[in-house]
């Protein structure tokens, strides 16, 4: 969850689908569902957005290419791979893991952001940043 200004954020990432395809090149694919979600402070006015995502090539050197709907990633995915070969991943079967990250003040932010995306190499897509709060 990210804090600021009497609002909060809160992001997670799940992998829907698996496969392989080509685009000149073999690649793995990866097919996820983002979803944000922002609140006010007491949370009660909620607005979610969700983006559609293709992950293509090895997980430390993927792509990624974000889509505003899941029809607009389909297209996009009969329109640039051929033999293209996806499996979808179960509900039931899906990694909901959630990890929570706080970072020292005098952490420079690209840090936290290298270890965001080392976390989310490792195969960890749900990752909430969380603010300290202030004592009263």
């Known amino acids: 969850m990210i804090k600021g200004r009497g609002q909060s ?9 698996e496969g392989k395809g080509v685009w000149g ?10 979803v944000r979600t922002y609140s006010d402070s007491v949370r009660q006015a909620n607005k979610t957005v969700q983006r559609y995502v293709v992950e293509f090539g090895p997980k430390s050197q993927a792509d990624r290419r974000l889509f505003v709907s899941d029809d607009a990633r389909r297209a996009f995915l009969e329109q640039s791979f051929s033999d293209l070969v996806l499996t979808e991943i179960p509900e039931s079967k899906r990694d909901t893991t959630r990890l929570f990250l706080r970072g020292d003040a005098e952490l420079p932010y690209k840090n936290v952001l290298d270890l965001m995306n080392e976390l989310k190499t490792g195969g ?8 300290h ?4």
Do not use: Q
């Open 9 to 17: 954020m809160d992001e997670s990432e799940v992998i829907t689908s």
């Open 25 to 34: 090149a073999r690649y793995e694919l990866r097919l996820l569902t983002s």
């Open 124 to 131: 960890f897509y749900k990752i909430s940043l969380v603010g």
């Open 133 to 136: 709060e202030a004592v009263k």
